[in-house]
């Protein structure tokens, strides 16, 4: 097992420092300096606004990558490093580093200082590798994925599925995790989460004659994503492997939004299992964590708010 632990940016500091006053603190995209805000009169939760006593409670956390100063990830409990692949084919053929042209390392315009944009859509995507960056399989397990979206679902993605994020270490359909944008007209976000082939489709069944009901996807519209604004999307499935269901849930901007409730039986190959980033994606991607458990609706919110590894002072 590796650990990594790279540099924060300066903005990232100056919020660290300011963990010691009274008050409240709002910061846009890409701002440096952050400003003063009024306190919170309901249960709604403004953007990128939070009691500066608060903290996300960074037990558990696995996998971390601001993407503020370079593209491989911070803290990391396997490889650290980020890969490119040409395609899903040619996804265990990796080549070191960022190597497309259409995609890139920005160390401006993120959230809270980077981030990853893909400027068009092109076969190759990035890969982590996740042996040791996710949980183990071998036992129950649960998991939570938060991550920063920029982009136009209806301006810029192309007509094909579209992954941010997928965890996999076989086929789509076969002990996968992932988010995607589908191929409709309004091109829908959706979580999906496969158990092994086998187990969830026994029969072999054509997946377009499942019912949807009884796919194991949940899905929003997208039209709360837009260019010019970050949106916050964070996943957790608690207790894969278990006897008893298990629960899959979706938030965007620490607000749950859906959720379903089943079985799941997901056996990982460490060495195949991949962390991809960005496939058919155009747009930006920040603040990818991975925590080896399933964070409560108030951790949610805390990581919309408020980076996963600002530092005390």
Partial sequence: MSKTKMGKTKYRCLFGLLLTTVGFISVAAGDTEPKSQAALTDNTLPNNTLPINTSPNKKGLLFYASFDEHP??????GDAKVYTAQSMSKRFDLRSGIE??????????????????????ASEFLVFKGDSN????????????????????LKQLPNEYVDPIMILDDAWNDGSIFVDFDKSET?????GVFSEYVF?????IDFNDFPISERPMV????DIFASHEWTHVALTINDINANSPSVAKLYINGELQNSFKRPLKIAWNPANLRIVLGLNYVGAIDELAIFDRPLAHNEIAQLYLHSPLMPLP
């Fill in 72 to 77: 491989d990830a911070d803290i990391a409990m």
């Fill in 100 to 121: 497309s042209k259409n995609i890139e390392q920005q160390t401006h315009g993120g959230v809270f200082g980077g981030a990853l944009v893909f400027s068009e859509h």
């Fill in 134 to 153: 996710l949980p183990s399989s071998d036992d129950i397990f649960s998991v939570t994925v938060s991550l920063w979206l920029k982009t136009s679902p």
């Fill in 187 to 191: 091109k829908d976000f959706r979580l």
């Fill in 200 to 204: 969830w489709n026994p029969m072999d």
């Fill in 219 to 222: 899905g929003v519209k997208s």
